[in-house]
């Protein structure tokens, strides 16, 4: 880097030398830059340093563009006016006369023109625009082949890594095609701008996984968007393995208490498809109280209960949270699970009580469902996971963007420009903006239909459970009813005592203490004859 | 009936992944509907469920150390004196329930108003054999525990303890030997404080001015303030 930069000083000033010096820029400098001119004397040699003191020459792509520049020959008095601005770090000015220079660049410097448009951007924090042109440009091989315009891409390669993530940059369909056409696309922008893509790709964000470094804001997603993938396809074991290398060690890093009780229900939830439910109640049961997903732990939890015959915990588990302190969660399968169990103990009375009380609770969310699903942008007041707030920072970014170019579209109407009124290349750019703007706002439609489309799933599989739990039900009282069988008196059959010496034990009397919700445990009746039937 | 339920289980253990919808030919309000089970079919046998509330001990015991700052006042002197103590106290909880304790208490006695009036008007100061420090170990008991509830967020905990301990005292007239029976409560404020009250009897043998021997008690009620330090879970 620091080699490029004095040759390009070298070559530089040998070059001013052969075509006159500093001369030829002082007499193209442009009247409103009456203050530098000022400190220039024409014809003195010394005055090509004290012009080129106010040059910002601080990345490779303005040392390659001055070096470009000063051995382009005679230039127009305007050309030489940019390239000024631009060297001399005037961005917001140089920015102005995108559009004049188009017209005025001459041919050779036309490639420079382009890179200048994207360095532009960028040094004014326009950075959808500054992606868009990018790849606009990366599709003109020549130009990023050249040398300016490999040192651009040296440049984004630069910025790439906090890039994607720190502005929620929009990927158009279009833009995603160009960048997976480009050869040898492995640089680090081609590598995040990959990861941006992979983050909703199932086990094909596993490259990006694996390319992009420890730490990275997409490392978690990433590998979350793989191991569900994976889970998905039962290939539980290769789930396990990405979990272990990839996203415990992230977990550790981010020391956040959200991300870390959502890593301890999906293990959970791994361990439960496994199998190994000992070990999937160990952490259901670690998700924190305060996590917004403590509730659906603590429901899944039950289904853990009762494969596993907890009968005291499983009944204590439903008694909490049936409750009025979780009537306004949606736990569609508590009713499900209490009528499974009810239905082992014979307690018939109970299944048809838990079959009204499934009707009646989630009613109201099926109503609250279907509208939300209906609704042209559907709200979601609950916890946003990351890709819904990636939805609404996209969007946000967007409209921040088509803001300030707004205002330099102002700008440049009282900016000493051969031209009137709005630059044209504002106007066009907010046009780019508000395509990506309607594309943004779609796809966060699509994000915030998600959670209640899960919904909606969630509770038809909770209506086909009991479907299956009501066909037994009527299928065991008709076979009571025609082989004219009492029940029981009720037997034993759960002792929510039994491993509770070092434990604290209280009575619950109907009224909840804060320290007693969720820690029930039921001593159940099975009403059944022999053994329970199920 | 087995395979149905293992059916059943299996679509809940596919449902924690659900992401994508597949369309309900019936809306779900309807699927609802036809949850419905015709009244009255269901054998009238009801049995209700005992519920229970099984928790884990807030603050764990097991292996901690517990040290002890306290005030007391004697309740049972002679007459003459106001005989008040502070103390530093040590326990080693074995488990939630036992513990070894050892305490240190200095005692300080002045007369009160009977001593003064008796010293001012006849010229006499009560012949007492009064306490000026005390040692001793002994071990405590934790009978039962209990809560109570300070709003609708705040729940405290408490143990009700029992202890003994045997030492040796500093008289007046010299060291003598002491047994003492302890109860009282322990309050847990967080994790690590702690907040006991309780009364101390003790039995020790004090000497007259003309060396007569003589058992004597005393009753004491303090308050302590422990801070707890290692154990399993702290």
């Given amino acids: ?534 | 009936m087995k395979y149905l339920l293992t059916l059943l289980l299996l679509i809940g253990s596919v449902n924690s992944f659900a992401e994508e919808t597949t369309p309900a030919k019936k809306s779900l309000e309807e699927q609802l509907e036809e949850l419905n089970l015709p009244a009255n079919q269901a054998p009238g046998a009801v049995s209700k469920d005992k519920l229970y509330s099984v928790q884990m001990r807030y603050v764990p015991l097991i292996g901690a150390h517990e040290v002890s700052l306290s005030a007391g006042n004697d309740f049972q002197t002679d007459g003459h004196l106001t005989t008040r103590q502070a103390g530093l106290h040590y326990r080693y909880h074995i488990n939630d329930k036992w513990s070894f304790i050892g305490n240190y208490v200095k005692v300080f006695n002045e007369l009160n108003n009977s001593g003064k009036i008796l010293l001012e008007e006849e010229k006499l100061v009560a012949d007492s054999d009064y306490l000026m420090s005390q040692a001793d170990i002994g071990a405590e008991y934790n009978m039962f525990y209990g809560k109570f509830r300070l709003g609708s967020h705040s729940v405290f905990y408490f143990d009700q303890y029992w202890g003994l301990t045997a030492g040796m005292v500093e008289l007046r007239r010299g060291a003598t030997p002491i047994v003492g029976l302890d109860a009282g409560l322990a309050f847990w404020f967080g994790k690590r404080l702690s907040l006991r009250t309780g009364l101390k009897n003790h039995v020790f043998e004090t000497t007259s001015g003309t060396g007569t021997k003589a058992y004597n008690r005393n009753m004491v009620g303090y308050l302590q303030l422990g801070y707890l330090m290692g154990g399993s879970n702290l």
């Fill in chain 1, 1 to 534: 880097m620091k080699k490029l930069l004095l040759a390009g000083l070298i070559l530089s000033a040998s070059n001013a030398h052969a075509i006159g010096g500093a001369d030829v820029l002082l007499n193209n400098v442009s009247s409103d830059d009456a203050s530098s001119e000022k400190t220039i004397v024409v014809n003195d040699r010394t005055a090509e340093s004290t012009v080129f003191e106010g040059f910002k020459l601080n990345d490779p792509v303005m040392v390659q563009m001055f070096t470009e520049w000063r051995t382009a020959g005679k230039l127009d008095y305007e050309v030489n006016s940019w390239f000024m601005k631009l060297l001399q770090g005037k961005y917001e000015q140089a920015s102005h006369l995108l559009s004049v220079m188009n017209d005025k660049m001459p041919s050779e410097l036309y490639t420079h023109m382009k890179v200048s448009e994207v360095y532009l951007y960028h040094k004014l924090g326009l950075n959808q625009r500054f992606f868009d042109s990018w790849v606009d440009l990366l599709k003109d091989k020549k130009a990023v082949e050249s040398r300016i315009g490999m040192t651009l891409w040296q440049y984004v390669d630069q910025k790439a890594p906090g890039f994607f993530s720190k502005n929620a940059i929009h990927i158009t369909a279009a833009q995603a095609e160009t960048i997976k056409n480009v050869e040898n696309a492995n640089t680090p922008f081609f590598v995040y701008a990959n990861a941006a893509l992979a983050l909703r790709s199932g086990k094909e964000a596993y490259q990006s996984l694996i390319s992009i470094p420890s730490g990275h804001p997409f490392k978690i997603p990433l590998a979350q968007t793989v191991i569900l993938d994976m889970a998905r396809n039962n290939e539980l074991g290769n789930a396990g393995k990405v979990l272990k290398k990839y996203l415990e060690p992230e977990i550790e890093k981010v020391s956040d208490p959200y991300v870390l009780g959502e890593y301890y229900l999906n293990l959970a939830r791994f361990l439960y498809q496994a199998g190994a439910m000992e070990a999937a109640e160990s952490y259901y049961l670690k998700v924190p109280n305060k996590h917004p997903q403590f509730t659906q732990a603590r429901a899944e939890l039950m289904w853990s209960y009762l494969r596993t015959g907890k009968t005291a915990e499983l009944r204590g588990q439903v008694a909490s949270l049936k409750s009025e302190l979780f009537s306004e969660y949606f736990i569609p399968e508590i009713y499900v699970v209490r009528s499974i169990s009810n239905l082992k103990l014979c307690q018939y009375g109970e299944v048809e009580k838990d079959f009204q009380n499934f009707i009646t609770a989630n009613k109201k969310w099926a109503q609250i469902i279907q509208s939300r699903i209906k609704e042209e942008s559907p709200k979601w007041s609950e916890h946003k996971d990351f890709f819904l707030k990636l939805a609404d920072q996209r969007v946000a970014a967007i409209e921040a963007e088509m803001k300030k170019i707004e205002e330099l579209g102002k700008k440049s109407i009282k900016a000493a420009l051969p031209a009137v009124g709005v630059q044209p290349h504002w106007s066009k750019n907010n046009k780019e903006l508000a395509f990506h703007l309607q594309e943004a706002k779609k796809k966060r439609i699509v994000e915030y239909k998600r959670p209640w489309i899960n919904r909606e799933r969630i509770l038809a599989e909770a209506i086909k459970k009991m479907k299956f739990v009501k066909i037994e039900t009527m299928s065991q009282i008709r076979d009571l009813t025609r082989k004219n069988i009492t029940l029981g008196n009720g037997n034993k059959a759960s002792d929510p005592l039994a491993k509770a010496e070092n434990k604290l034990v209280f009575p619950y009397d109907g009224v909840f203490w804060p320290d007693e919700v969720l820690n029930l445990k039921a001593q159940a009746e099975s009403l059944c004859l022999g053994k329970a039937a199920l």
